[in-house]
């Protein structure tokens, strides 16, 4: 199903392709790569397409930060149209990883 209608983010997103490593319900590790960032989720860009609903779990490496973002989310939507892949909502995360990502947004905005 891809995803259509109004904008139901709550947070902006920014292009930023970062690696992230894949794991969750049903996923083996895997390493995709994003589309788009925001403190709310992301998008991959892949043709393995996760059932809605799915719990995973992430590993993002930023650009520019040494350390892996390790997170946990859900898949929300399927983009079945080119570039395919899906989204995820981001679970709760520590501050200081809510805080790297809004520096990552920041620079990528002035990018």
Known sequence: MS???KERRSAKR???????ELGGEDQANSVVYTRDLST????????????????VSLAISI?????LL???????????NAPHGFGVQFDEMP????????DTIVNAEQQ
Request: no cysteine.
């Open 40 to 55: 709310g989720g992301l998008f991959i860009e892949t043709d393995k397409l996760p059932e809605i609903g799915t719990a």
């Open 3 to 5: 995803w259509k209608g």
């Open 95 to 102: 501050e200081e990883f809510q805080m790297l990502l809004e």
């Open 14 to 20: 920014v292009q930023v392709v970062a690696r992230v």
């Open 70 to 80: 390790p997170v946990t989310g859900k898949v929300v939507r399927h983009q079945i």
């Open 63 to 67: 650009p520019g930060v040494r350390q």
